[in-house]
């Protein structure tokens, strides 16, 4: 017998999460020099770091050989007061992927199923396949939710729905007025994980009031993270808002200390920073319109985006993919997601996205 038969048959059938190429690996495999390859492929802020998170993070060295605050009370009331929460309302994650399994170790178990949406973000079913649950994919409409499908997916045994509000990878925004038409027809003993990892990234008339409906809707569980717009994703720093009866079970699974002392000075410093938030919004924007006109004008075809990334259609994306690596180009492929004639593109700083338009106006051969 293998020692890998001790683990359940359906841990051993997981295809472990496969994240974007770091620069190091590709400098490695293809003999370049680490400072002239330009990474596009795991929608992280080109802005770096917050001046506000970076000198927090620097005055909390001092203490590093203390632990953590296991409660992460100062990120907490920060969060609170930002949103006009109660503390119990929060549960901190070391980034939102780990808040994402909290409330599948907490809630599912191998008698249950999960809901999520084609095209949605991989750690959905991977989060619900870790520990035996049946996993409901819902055919996408237009790359997005289906979200009337979605509902009539529910089963008896259904206690989990997961949203993406912008989708990753698709970038597709859901309406307001149809999440809360599904929210209204949900059984009130599913829990509706609404991931808003990309929200900053919104237009203020865009961002829908996901936190109001915290306290009309107890089964929502609202998630979002400093790792995109807040440039933090080196640090995994995430956070939960919901009702206190269902923050007070994820806390109960979540492991002691999960966030790290500088990630929560800096996190609690980045709330602070606003100005660079609003010009990462400012960045992402141009870069958005820099990268859609240049599509457009070779002729590519898109999915419209609302976050910090475009999904573009390209025929044979894996013979492209290797196109760009070898210009020291990294995007990120997504047939695992099922689109294998495409790739997503990170929005990066204008020079950076001027990189990749050139190494891909050479593939097209313009």
Not at 206 to 224: E, G, H, M, Q, S
Request: contains cysteine; hydrophobic residues 45%; aromatic residues 8%.
């Amino acid at each position: 017998m293998s020692l890998r038969d001790l683990a359940p048959e359906y841990v051993r059938a997981i295809a472990p999460y496969q994240p974007g190429k770091p620069i190091g690996e590709l400098a490695r495999e293809m003999g370049l020099n680490p400072d002239d390859i330009v990474k596009l492929a795991s929608n992280e802020n080109p802005l770096g770091l917050s001046p506000k998170a970076k000198a927090a993070m620097e005055r909390e060295i001092a203490e590093l050989a203390r632990y953590p605050d296991g409660n992460g009370f100062d990120l907490k009331a920060k969060i609170a007061q930002k949103y006009g929460l109660e503390l119990n309302q929060i549960v901190l994650g070391n980034g939102s992927n780990d808040v994402l399994e909290l409330v599948s170790h907490a809630f599912l178990t191998t008698s249950d199923s999960a809901v999520y949406s084609q095209y949605s973000f991989a750690v959905y079913a991977l989060a619900t396949q870790a520990v035996g649950a049946e996993q409901i994919e819902v055919r996408a409409v237009d790359y997005g939710h289906d979200l009337t499908a979605m509902r009539a997916a529910i089963k008896p045994n259904t206690k989990v729905v997961w949203i993406a509000n912008p989708n990753n990878p698709t970038g597709t925004l859901a309406r307001p007025g149809d999440l809360v038409e599904f929210l209204e027809s949900c059984p009130a003993n599913v829990l509706v994980v609404l991931d808003e990892a990309y929200t900053e990234y919104l237009a203020p008339e865009k961002r829908p009031d996901t936190l109001a409906w915290v306290k009309r809707f107890p089964n929502i569980i609202v998630v979002r993270t400093f790792s995109k717009a807040y440039s933090l994703a080196g640090l995994r720093v995430g956070f939960a808002i919901t009702s206190a009866e269902v923050a007070d079970i994820l806390n109960r699974v979540r492991q002691p200390f999960n966030v790290n002392s500088l990630a929560q000075a800096a996190a609690c410093a980045a709330l602070d920073d606003v100005e660079f938030l609003n010009e990462s919004r400012r960045v992402n924007d141009a870069g958005m319109k820099q990268l859609t006109d240049a599509f457009t004008r070779l002729g590519l075809p898109f999915i419209p985006s609302y976050g910090n990334f475009v999904t573009f259609h390209c025929g044979d994306a894996a013979a492209l993919n290797q196109f760009l690596l070898r210009k020291g180009v990294i995007v990120r492929p997504i047939a695992g997601y099922g689109l294998p004639d495409s790739l997503r593109v990170s929005i990066g700083l204008p020079e950076e996205n001027a990189r990749f338009i050139a190494a891909l106006e050479d593939a097209l051969g313009d």
